[in-house]
């Protein structure tokens, strides 16, 4: 038990809420245009559709964080910032790490498997973009914009899960404005480590243009960000709320914005987990809110 809480400490198990509500939203948004909402179904079916598509979730982020830490392991244990991490510090060995992100991608396709076999035939190019995140930052600075993609693949997923298909246009907006939602703040959060990359012969968009050019492509990002879900809201017909909703996530991104300074990166850790967590929720609870009332 004390291994396994130190792995989901290590691994951040917490954050999953940043992906999750996201998923849950082209979850709610499939059932809506299936009319699944509106109509009498058996609730069981939605049930369990919600139980795998947050299984499904939890697995993919669970494997992709766990082969990071395992493939980076030597480059953390010289990075100060990451150099007290479980496998740095003998706490868990790296060996233990690959067999729990082995475990976590087979719950993935048995989760996809029980969603239907349209999500389980993307599973192959959803595993390589699990494992490949963190190798992409060792040949390209458009790891950010990877990492975006693969985050953002679990709104779609949903979508999928319950449609079996990607033919409409929601999907595909709601996937984009994961993609540089998180594409954004991960630019952010890499400006803590420039100067080890560099370093290191790691590639990222701060490292390779400085904090202030990744700083103002991340607010760039964040302005698409609110294009992209507003976008979703007319395509999907969302009322009232979900503008408002919408309203207070476009001010948590400008606040969020205005806490890191490219002298100043103390508060990082306030914008990327604090707000983006505040954001992913209320996000939600609009696009509930924006069917319902």
């Known amino acids: 038990m004390q ?21 849950y939203i082209g979850m709610v948004l499939a059932w809506a245009h299936r009319g699944m909402l509106s109509t009498p179904i058996d609730g069981k079916t939605l049930f369990w559709q919600f139980v795998w598509i947050t299984i499904a979730m939890a697995s993919a982020r669970t494997a992709a964080m766990a082969f990071n830490r395992a493939i980076d392991a030597e480059i953390d244990a010289r990075n100060p910032r990451t150099a007290n991490r479980p496998i740095q510090t003998g706490k868990i060995s790296k060996h233990a790490v690959w067999l729990a992100g082995v475990i976590s991608l087979i719950i993935f396709l048995l989760s996809a498997w029980m969603l239907n076999t ?53 999907p595909w907006m709601l996937w984009a404005a994961v993609t540089v939602w998180i594409a954004g703040f991960d630019l952010i959060y890499a400006c803590q480590d420039v100067e080890i990359d560099r370093k290191e012969g790691l590639h990222s968009i701060p490292a390779r243009f400085g904090i202030p050019a990744a700083l103002r492509l991340a607010q760039i990002f964040h302005v698409l960000t609110i294009l992209f879900l507003a976008l979703v809201g007319i395509l999907a017909g969302l009322s009232w709320l979900y503008w408002l909703g919408l309203g207070l996530v476009a001010g948590l991104l400008i606040y969020e914005h205005s806490l890191v300074k490219p002298d100043d990166l103390s508060k990082v850790n306030l914008a990327f987990f604090t707000m983006n967590g505040y954001i992913s929720i209320i996000t939600l609870l609009a696009v509930i809110g924006g069917l319902f009332v």
Do not use: N, Q
């Open 118 to 170: 349209f999500v389980l035939m993307l599973t192959p190019i959803a595993m390589i973009g699990l494992v490949g995140y963190a190798y992409t930052k060792r040949f390209t600075w458009l790891c950010h914009l990877w990492l975006g993609l693969v985050d953002g693949a679990a709104a779609a997923g949903a979508w999928a899960a319950v449609t079996a298909d990607l033919a409409s246009p929601i």
């Open 3 to 23: 291994k396994a809480r130190v792995f989901l400490e290590m691994i951040k198990f917490e954050h999953t809420i940043f992906a999750l509500p996201f998923a």
